[in-house]
């Protein structure tokens, strides 16, 4: 069973446009959520988090919103750019996995960012 | 200023044999990881450790042994590799918990 969903495995947009990704989550003991980008043969590496107690977090042209009530985030990026194209994977934890935060990942999506 | 560095990129076993991945982190993190991805799928925790000469299991354990002798390493072994062990292996460390970094991965492919 799926704790952590990204229902849309591919998203197109035009370059200055905004990028609009949405993730679900069923786990209602996560309170700690993540944004990683991903390009190919490469890791993931962490783009911007928000914690439970806050319903918006900005970092520059990145904008993670999380609704608790509906169990969804969404991670916005304005204006998109070519070089934002990648695969984008949401992520969650909770507080009482312990220290280390054990991480449940859902299943990415590919965003094109066309010119 | 590496990050995090996995040894080897690329590795093809044949059934039964075992093999060692090798990751290191230069942060001096406390915390390190092991999670497996697979098409279509998210990363999935195998393993990880929150110190040194400390072990946990994560969600998808069974088939691995990990080992962190050292506190800048962290190996993943395969006693008996078996075909649905063919995945692309991430290692990741962090400070505290969040947030994790991660390595360029190990591509795996068992015949």
């Known amino acids: 069973d799926q704790q952590v969903k990204q229902n849309s495995p591919s998203l197109s947009v035009q370059e200055g446009r905004i990028s609009i990704l949405n993730c679900d989550y069923t786990?209602?003991?996560?309170?700690?959520f993540l944004w990683y980008k991903k390009y190919p043969a490469e890791g993931p590496t962490f783009l911007i988090s928000?914690?439970?107690?806050?319903d918006k977090n900005e970092d520059g042209r990145f904008t993670v919103f999380l609704n608790k009530s509906a169990k969804h985030l969404s991670l916005h990026i304005v204006p998109s750019q070519p070089g934002d194209s990648a695969v984008y994977f949401c992520?969650?934890?909770?507080?009482?996995?312990?220290?280390?935060?054990?991480?449940?990942f859902g299943s990415g999506t590919q965003l094109t960012v066309l010119p | 200023n590496a990050g995090v560095t996995q040894t080897p990129k690329f590795r093809v076993l044949k059934t039964g044999q075992s093999m060692t991945l090798l990751c290191a982190q230069d942060?001096?993190?406390?915390?390190m990881y092991w999670y497996r991805q697979d098409p279509g799928m998210g990363l999935r925790l195998i393993h990880y450790?929150?110190?040194?000469?400390?072990?946990a299991k994560g969600e998808v354990p069974d088939g691995y042994n990990v080992s962190r002798l050292k506190k800048q390493n962290f190996l993943l072994g395969l006693e008996s590799a078996a075909p649905s062990q063919t995945s692309v292996y991430f290692c990741?460390?962090?400070?505290?918990?969040?947030?994790?970094?991660f390595g360029d991965g190990t591509r795996l492919s068992i015949l």
């Open positions: 990741a460390s962090s400070y505290g918990g969040q947030p994790q970094h």
């Open positions: 786990n209602s003991m996560f309170d700690y």
């Open positions: 928000i914690s439970s107690i806050k």
């Open positions: 992520a969650a934890s909770a507080s009482s996995s312990g220290s280390a935060r054990q991480l449940t």
């Open positions: 942060m001096n993190h406390e915390y």
């Open positions: 450790s929150v110190g040194e000469g400390t072990t």
